[in-house]
């Protein structure tokens, strides 16, 4: 069963840096991308930023690009998403997702079969 697990959510400062952690477990993932998410209440869920694992290709969101680098491990089981420069409308739940690797990493919510619970970042003034 593959799980994934957030951390490193938290209450942070405009300007301010956050770094939200997804570890993946029970399977084998380098040909997967695993990519983040975040939903606000009353939005649909946005992709943010993914990385495949077979080149360590990354995609990012226009939102967000400049701002949020994703990285993962050599393991290729844990990626990191360092957030700079937050602004109150970053202010979301932040999930990590799971999906098969292909020629285009995907961007919407069906290229992904995997799930986290999680992790809340609020950014205030």
């Known amino acids: 069963q593959v799980r994934l697990v957030e951390s490193g959510g938290g209450l942070v400062q405009a300007g301010g840096s956050l770094t939200l952690s997804c570890t993946a477990s029970?399977?084998?993932?380098?040909?997967?991308?695993m990519g983040w998410f975040r939903h606000v209440l009353g939005k649909e869920r946005e992709f943010l930023a993914a990385?495949?694992?077979?080149?360590?290709?990354?995609s990012y969101a226009e939102s967000v690009k400049g701002r949020f680098t994703i990285s993962g491990n050599n393991a290729m089981n844990t990626v990191v998403l360092r957030m700079d420069s937050l602004r109150p409308e970053d202010t979301a739940d932040y999930y990590c997702a799971l999906g098969p690797g292909g020629a285009r990493i995907g961007q919407r919510l069906s290229d992904y079969d995997y799930w986290g619970r999680g992790t809340q970042v609020n950014v205030y003034r």
């Open positions: 029970g399977g084998t993932f380098s040909s997967s991308v």
């Open positions: 990385v495949r694992w077979s080149d360590r290709t990354t």
